[in-house]
């Protein structure tokens, strides 16, 4: 059981990773130090999206309309740290 427990750390480790490499790549296409019209850097902002859209898309839904600030990437964050805190501290469930 200790083994499930890992796994499904991991998992999230992997999509926390995920959402800070997406929201610093957001920031670098903001500022306009990326650009999209480069084909690898619209390939990856692309599969990141993909990879996002079902975790955001809803919390965008229940989220208030904030104009051009997202705050779903803020809150699926604190939802994912969150699940891990509860995984820790209810490991003794898992033995």
Known sequence: MTSIL?????????????????????????FQVLNLRQQFVAQVWNGLNRLLEPIYGPIRRILPDTGGLDL??????????????????????FY
């Not at 480790?13 to 957001?26: E, G, K, L, P, Q």
């Not at 779903?72 to 209810?90: E, T």
């Open 6 to 30: 890992q796994i499904l750390l991991l998992i999230l480790d992997v999509v926390w990773f995920i959402m800070i490499a997406h929201i610093i790549m957001s920031w670098l296409i903001t």
């Open 72 to 93: 779903a990437p803020l809150i699926a964050l604190i939802a994912v740290y969150a699940l891990r805190i509860i995984l820790i501290n209810n490991a003794a469930a």
